[in-house]
């Protein structure tokens, strides 16, 4: 039985052949592979390539060389008799590599969030591995979600998805799970304000300019006017 994982190079050795006449030229070529049915024979035939989806698969081959009609295998058109005496070749899936960023575990408002970075995925194939969060009680959303609100995170990270995610896997999602929660921090925000001169006794208009809102958003404050004692005597919201 050969092993090997989704997307490796192949590498296959062609069994040597028993009874063959000394100066005879007889070899096992044009190797093929097969769905096994299930009764144990031979399905559709499959084209041999590094990116042949996780399975089991029958190998076979068909006699060559210049004496090859005077030849013919015993065991048919499939060398190894089945899974139990060889002659199988098995896909696994291939393994996600992946990478707790503990640089990215505390997060200011606005930051993306990125708890954890994959690998070992083949460039071209449709495989997505998603990182979820609870926001207020809501459906799990993706930690992409622009602008995740401040607040502590538990993440659960989902199995391999996309056209080609059945040909990997990610081992231990729940230890990694546990270890890529995170923290989002509030922007901190400078501002701003304009001195004023006003009489006694006069409406009191403060204005000025807060530096640092992410575009898009309005968050505005209030400013108190104090007076020689430290006594806050007006507010004005702004």
Do not use: C
């Not at 200011?108 to 083949?122: I, K, Q």
């Not at 995170?153 to 990694?176: F, H, K, M």
């Amino acid at each position: 039985t050969l092993n090997r994982s989704y997307g490796d190079p192949l590498s296959i050795t062609m069994p040597a052949l028993n009874g063959v006449l000394v100066g005879d030229e007889v070899n096992l070529e044009a190797l093929r592979l097969f769905h096994p049915t299930t009764n144990g024979g031979l399905g559709g035939e499959i084209a041999l390539d590094p990116r042949m989806p996780v399975g089991n698969y029958y190998m076979a081959a068909s006699l060559g060389g210049a004496q090859a009609g005077n030849y013919r295998l015993n065991n048919g058109f499939t060398f190894g008799g089945g899974p139990s005496a060889g002659g199988m070749m098995m896909v696994t899936p291939r393994i996600i590599s992946a990478t707790i960023n503990t640089d990215k575990l505390t997060l200011t408002y606005g930051d993306a969030a990125e708890p954890v970075s994959f690998g070992n995925m083949l460039a071209g194939d449709d495989v997505r591995v998603r990182v979820l969060v609870n926001i207020d009680f809501r459906p799990q959303q993706d930690v992409g979600t622009p602008r995740l609100p401040v607040g502590t995170y538990r993440t659960v990270i989902s199995e391999p998805t996309g056209a080609d995610g059945s040909n990997y896997d990610l081992p231990d999602r729940t230890t990694l799970s546990a270890s890529a929660g995170f923290v989002i921090e509030p922007k901190p925000l400078t501002y701003a304000l304009q001195s004023v001169t006003t009489p006694y006794g006069t409406p009191i208009g403060v204005t000025g300019e807060l530096f640092g809102v992410l575009s898009g958003e309005t968050v505005g404050f209030g400013s108190t006017t104090y007076d020689a004692a430290g006594a806050g005597v007006t507010e004005n919201p702004y």
